[in-house]
């Protein structure tokens, strides 16, 4: 056996050598004395604050979903507030035109009725008017027919008064439902 195959069947192959152990082990030490003391306080202070962060948007995601809250519960009072005035306007506006309708209705009665006693009035004064013509027109023909049975002249203005109102009288009384003398 040669030297190198002594030395290479003593020694594990998996194992490294123990000065490549303490060594490593020291870089290993070294290495993680640097990462916890300047990388992994960095870190830290990183994550926290990201996690800073991260709360205050939930607080003000918070805050907002509260105001938001707030303001649709707001919204559905004035909603609910609107629609009940709504309705209100409308109410009013139905007792209101009832009461319209109602005054039209008598306002219309009012100036049916005002026509009416005016109608009535024009028909009366018609009426009087008509006697009056009626009575100067057959007074003048009564009293022709008077002179002509009679065979005297009745120019007399109180004689044929006289005649023409008895004359009327008759006429009112035939008209009033008394039979008519001859008939």
Known sequence: MTPVQIVAASENP?????????WS??????????VWKYVLPAFNKTLDERAQRIQ???????????????ALAE?????????AEAARLRAEAQEE???IIAEMKAQAHTEADRII???????????QSAMVQLRSEVGSLATDLASRIVGE????????????????????TQSSGQPVKGA
């Open 75 to 83: 919204y559905q009072k004035q909603l609910a507030d609107g629609r």
């Open 25 to 34: 082990a020291v870089c290993l030490l070294i290495v993680f004395l640097v």
């Open 97 to 99: 035109g009832a009461q």
């Open 153 to 172: 002249s009745l120019t007399d203005d109180q004689r044929s008064a006289g005649v023409v109102d008895r004359f009327i009288a008759d006429l009112e």
């Open 56 to 70: 205050g948007g939930i607080e003000k995601a918070e805050k907002v979903q509260a105001v938001a809250d707030q």
């Open 117 to 127: 006693a005016q109608a009535q009035t024009q028909i009366d004064a018609e009426r």
């Open 14 to 22: 998996l194992l490294p050598a123990l000065y490549d152990i303490v």
